[in-house]
């Protein structure tokens, strides 16, 4: 396809997403194959970020993680982007959005961050299904 998604889509991001997603709800690579219709090789790719999913893939994979595809494009800009998010994402998920898109954090501060705040809302919240 001439679809150079590697430029504008995060695949480490999506593939962090389909990881967690998947481990949540206890699912291997092939039952996630057989619901979005992307092989269970492409998906191990993507998870270990190694692979370049079409667009295709992208919104089928997109789709099945119900979050918007603009959560994972790469802006070049030193500009904020805003954090697009809707009311069915938890709330993990939307703090984790806000700490990657703080400039002032590197990546792996931002993760390590959202991790703290994943494990510290599941022990205050009393929610024992989201990590």
């Known amino acids: 396809m001439g679809f150079k998604n590697e430029s504008l889509i995060s695949t480490v991001e999506l593939g962090k997403a389909i990881k967690r997603r998947r481990e949540e709800l206890k699912l ?37 993680l119900d979050m918007p595809v603009d959560r994972l494009m790469k802006h070049s800009n030193a500009n904020v982007e805003p954090v697009i998010y809707y009311p069915h994402e938890a709330t993990a998920d939307i703090v984790e959005a806000h700490l990657r898109a703080d400039k002032n954090l590197t990546p792996e501060t931002a993760n390590a961050l959202s991790e703290l705040f994943r494990v510290a809302y599941q022990q205050f919240s009393g929610s024992t299904n989201k990590k």
């Open 28 to 64: 291997s690579l092939r039952d996630v194959a057989d619901v979005t219709e992307v092989s269970a090789s492409t998906l191990s790719r993507i998870e270990n970020g190694t692979g370049r999913p079409d667009a295709d893939n992208i919104a089928r994979l997109t789709q099945w």
